[in-house]
């Protein structure tokens, strides 16, 4: 009788989102002060950055995502901060917003501009804006202007899009929009927090499927990620950048 298949995610668990809130509350304060801004989070998920992104603001969110079991683990998280009045879910897809042009104050996209490009995502995600609103991205980013081959190929493997926040910000100026702000997130929150984090995990995983040839083969995939980033470090990051609409 053949085996079960074992299925294993080696990234369930690592506490990226929630340790990464330092840097959403940093690119928060870029924007100037807003009274009770509505604000649409784009591939919300589960809804850690959304629930911190009412209570900094003050104002209402609605966070949109294609996974309808995420943004129900989103409300029960608002439920428990208290902030389940003022925040709602909607399922759908970032390609094609469903909203009425100038319905929000603010759009917010953590690693998801990437989906359909950055500058179909100021386009298309800007017609969503009030006149003078702002969008804050969390993009992939080069460290560096001279990535080698094999960094390109790292970031390359999920976006063709990237820049350096330099880059990004010509191209945001090129389609009239004001960058009123930047940063690139620190090494240790992609080395330290979770490619290291998920290095050790996978060899232990790989240690306990010796038979499993899927399994081994998935992990073998991920380890290779892992040291891909490690070798190009130095070029392999993200950032935040903040945009006034005109």
């Known amino acids: 009788m053949p085996r079960p298949r074992i299925e294993v995610d080696p990234t369930v668990g690592l506490p990226l989102p929630a340790m990464r809130l330092e840097h959403t509350r940093r690119a928060?304060?870029?924007?100037?002060?807003?009274?009770?801004?509505?604000?649409?989070?784009?591939?919300?998920?589960?809804?850690?950055?959304?629930?911190?992104?009412?209570?900094?603001?003050?104002g209402t969110v609605v966070g949109l995502d294609i996974d309808g079991s995420a943004l129900e683990r989103l409300m029960d998280?608002?439920?428990?901060?208290?902030?389940?009045?003022r925040i709602t879910t909607l399922e759908g897809s970032v390609a094609d917003l469903p909203f009425p042009d100038g319905s929000f104050d603010v759009v917010w996209g953590e690693g998801i501009a990437h989906v359909v490009g950055f500058e179909r995502a100021l386009a298309g995600w800007g017609r969503v804006l009030v006149p003078d609103g702002f969008m804050v991205l969390h993009v992939a980013t080069w460290l560096r202007p001279d990535p080698p081959e094999g960094a390109r190929r790292t970031w390359g493997s999920f976006s063709e899009d990237v820049s350096t926040l330099e880059g990004y910000a010509d191209r945001a100026a090129a389609m009239g929009c004001e960058v009123i702000g930047s940063f690139d997130l620190p090494e240790s929150a992609w080395w330290d927090l979770y490619y290291g984090p998920l290095g050790d995990r996978i060899a232990s995983l790989l240690g306990s499927q010796p038979d499993d040839t899927d399994v081994r083969g998935e992990l073998e995939a991920k380890r290779q990620e892992v040291e891909h980033f490690?070798?190009?470090?130095?070029?392999?990051?993200?950032?935040?950048?903040?945009?006034?609409r005109p």
């Open 28 to 58: 928060w304060g870029m924007l100037p002060r807003l009274t009770h801004p509505r604000i649409l989070d784009l591939g919300c998920g589960d809804g850690v950055p959304t629930v911190e992104l009412a209570r900094l603001s003050g």
């Open 77 to 85: 998280r608002a439920a428990a901060a208290g902030l389940g009045d």
């Open 230 to 244: 490690r070798r190009y470090r130095d070029w392999l990051g993200s950032g935040f950048i903040a945009m006034r």
